[in-house]
């Protein structure tokens, strides 16, 4: 069989995987296939292939509105199959939702020849390699010919107000201090030292990194606000690229500015360059021995792997040859060797193409007619993430007679087996009361579900699938339906349990908890029957009950760090529109006399209604750095930056069945930090934090209210029944 000369990518919120492969596949053609609401995104991902890889020609494909429909992904890759006339194609799986990348991933492995595994690639972001379906043949590095900063960045949505460094860099540059003062005679001496340190920093960078063809470095650039013409919504101050991987460098003259500045500065950058980011800070000031250490404790999400630490001096004395800037700042790099041009192989031996049955899968056994209902008893596999909510959900949504929980080595394994039996219980028993260890032992629960003794590798597909079917072979009696859930872990894993699904003739199910239901891949989607009753205690790590109001619980100078009031507020006026049982949860931090410093990058409250979660935000507007310092203002970016923190916290533990509702006061410029949320987080139209309803389905995406503890709004958001949400 020929080589394909096509490639068919698909795009998610991500835009930076789908531009590589890109550029790394040898095709003449590429097909980027998308869903209406990433349409921005692969549309920008086909301009840059076009300037950059003229020879080859790029269509954009959408899936449609919904991307949790695998009907439309295999109906669209049926059309694309039938137009290139059985000629091969490869496929890259990376980006999109899981259901388009396993339905995209099942399609392909059935639509070519069994040994056609080589040309089907997922991108794995840790080693920068593209990882091929079949284990015999080598991964392969991707290249970045022709990327530079501003393909990055514009890829993302991003572009610079100017192309050259700042004037007083520049004249730094030239004639040092002599020629600053000359050209600027009236600078404060702070703003003086503070364009010294960039200008010191970005010469020693030019030095060591200048004149690659494979790495770039740029003074400060300054990112034009979407919002405001003409303005800036961030900047940098200088720029460095190694290959398609970059560096955001902070140069700074005082060391309390960094740990008040980390935050916000790897916020942007994300936004701007996307997951393979970095950020350095550079400060001129005296050595601080701790400094690295103060930063992850005002922000634990902030670890040395992604934010970096030097004194100037030490930058200058130990970083003095391009190796040992890769080594220090590009370690995924150091052994994985630069493309030119792209080696991915493009052919197969003819000798080892050969048609398997069906079009190369295995046929394995006729899935049932219908879809199993929850009276009828099926086993079911389901995967256990980093988070516990949707193996929990699973046992709620199918009530199977028995179920297997499978972990992953990423996996938090404690008090599992027994939560999942309590749910199972709840769901068959809606009405009964919580029941101990010992009942749901008892009473047969416990025995109905088991955790796999060994976890498997989430990255290992076959070794997932080996795993699932071993136990859906050993523990299926006769005709015994079988549901395998494929919403938690990696693209990998999900794959993998598909497989296993595919092989036993049982159906492959992804839960929409936005809609309460689940999508079949065989038989579409199907509503699920109430709600499931969740054990937050072990998804809300943190977190304990509260008995007493916040303000009783929370004293002394934590009560700077996070606005109580509001957040009492907004929990008194919630809990009173639910219809239904809530529960109201509290960070712990903020009693503990050194950790409250970082509430502010949590929810301060989490209030649940069943299977719902609503995290509360009320990052203070004026804060401290340590326990006993002073009270300092906050910069909108900042803000902004701790509301998206706290919605990441969130969302690791709840992803959409969790929402985070941001509160502040009117006044101190209330619209621009929710446009800097929005920034952040890229909502759909009408969703962001100028949109005034609360509801689910974007998880990542916070609601932002400005709220007067003294006047009542019985009208406003605040006054939702989540309880029929």
């Known amino acids: 069989m020929d080589a394909p000369r096509v490639a068919v990518v698909l795009v998610g919120q991500n835009p930076t995987p789908a531009l590589l492969t890109s550029l790394t596949l040898p ?51 049926d059309t694309v199959r039938r137009a290139l006339g059985g000629k091969p194609w490869y496929l890259d799986y990376t980006g999109g939702t899981k259901v388009m990348s396993v339905a995209a991933a099942l399609h392909h492995e059935e639509s070519l020849p069994s040994q056609a595994r080589a040309w ?6 840790h080693s920068d390699l593209l990882r091929t379906a079949d284990a015999a043949r080598p991964d392969h590095p991707v290249s970045s010919q022709g990327v530079d900063l501003r393909t990055l960045a514009g890829v993302h949505g991003a572009h610079w107000l ?19 003062a000359r050209a600027h005679p009236n600078l404060p001496e702070s703003e003086r030292n503070g364009i010294a340190a960039e200008a010191h920093v970005l010469s020693h960078l030019r030095r ?13 650039r300054r990112v034009a606000d979407p919002y ?32 008040a500045r980390a935050g916000w500065t790897v916020a942007k950058a994300r936004r701007v360059f996307g997951g393979a980011t970095l950020v350095l800070f550079v400060y001129s000031g005296p050595v601080v021995d701790d400094l690295r250490e103060q930063v992850t404790a005002y922000n634990p999400a902030l670890s040395a ?5 030097w004194n100037l001096d030490a930058l200058t004395e130990r970083v003095t040859t391009f190796a040992a800037a890769r080594d220090a700042f590009f370690p995924s790099l150091a052994d994985s060797p630069s493309l030119a041009v792209p080696t991915v192989p493009a052919v197969l031996p003819r000798s080892e193409v050969t048609p398997g049955p069906a079009g190369g899968a295995d046929p394995g056994p006729t899935p049932p007619a219908l879809h199993p209902g929850p009276g009828d008893g099926p086993l079911l596999v389901t995967p256990l993430g980093g988070s516990r909510l949707g193996a929990l959900a699973a046992l709620h949504a199918h009530r199977p007679a028995r179920a297997l929980v499978l972990p992953s080595r990423q996996s938090l394994r404690a008090r599992v087996r027994e939560a999942a039996a309590g749910a199972l219980r709840a769901a068959e028993q809606p009405d009964a009361p919580p029941a101990d260890a010992a009942t749901l032992r ?5 025995d109905r579900v088991r955790l796999a003794a060994d976890p498997v590798d989430g990255y290992d597909s076959a070794a997932v699938q080996r795993a699932v079917q071993g136990w859906i072979e050993h523990e299926r009696e006769g005709g015994q339906p079988v549901v395998v859930d494929i919403t938690t872990g990696t693209k990998a894993m999900s794959l993998g349990l598909a497989r296993a699904a595919r092989h036993g003739g049982a159906c492959a199910t992804y839960q929409l908890p936005r809609d309460r239901a689940v999508v079949c891949l065989t038989h579409g989607r199907r509503e699920l029957q109430g709600r499931a009753r969740i054990d937050w205690s072990l998804v809300l790590s943190g977190y304990e009950p509260l008995t007493a109001p916040l303000g009783e619980v929370v004293t002394g100078p934590a009560r700077d760090q996070v606005d109580v009031e509001l957040l009492e507020r907004a929990r008194t006026e919630l809990s009173a529109a639910a219809s239904g049982p809530t529960e109201v949860w509290w960070d712990v931090s903020l009693a503990d006399p050194e950790g409250f410093l970082t509430a502010q990058e949590r929810p301060g409250l989490v209030l ?118």
Not at 442 to 446: A, D, H, I, L, N
């Open 442 to 446: 008892s009473e047969g629960y416990r």
């Open 208 to 220: 060591l990194l200048g004149g690659r063809p494979d790495t770039e470095v740029l003074g400060s």
């Open 27 to 77: 095709v003449d053609q590429l097909l980027l296939v998308c869903s209406d609401g990433t349409l921005p995104v692969a549309r920008r991902v086909a301009e840059a292939v076009g300037r950059i890889a003229r020879e080859r020609s790029v269509r954009v494909l959408s899936v449609g509105a919904d991307p949790h429909d695998p009907a439309s992904v295999t109906g669209l890759l």
């Open 228 to 259: 405001r013409p003409g303005g800036s919504v961030a900047d940098f101050d200088i720029l460095v690229r190694h290959r398609h991987r970059v560096l955001c460098v902070e140069a700074k003259t005082r060391a309390e500015d960094v740990v």
């Open 120 to 125: 089907r690639f997922y991108l794995d972001s």
């Open 162 to 180: 100017s192309d050259r460094d700042p004037e007083p860099v520049r004249r730094f540059l030239s004639g040092g201090d002599t020629a600053l």
């Open 608 to 725: 649940t209604f069943d299977d719902r979660a609503v995290g509360l935000a009320a990052p203070a507007r004026r804060r401290r750095r340590t326990p006993e310092g002073p009270l300092r203002d906050v910069s909108p970016g900042a803000w902004a930056q701790s509301v998206f923190a706290a919605t990441t916290h969130l969302n690791v533990r709840c992803d959409v069945a969790g929402t985070v509702v941001a509160l502040t006061r009117p006044g101190r410029d209330v619209s621009r930090a929710g446009e800097l949320v929005d920034w952040i987080a890229q909502p759909a139209p009408g969703r962001g934090a100028a949109a005034t309803g609360l509801r689910f389905g974007e998880p990542l995406c916070p609601l932002v209210l400005a709220v007067d503890p003294a006047v009542p709004d019985p009208t406003g958001a605040l006054a939702t029944d989540v309880s029929r949400l």
């Open 305 to 309: 792997r992604h934010v970096h630490v």
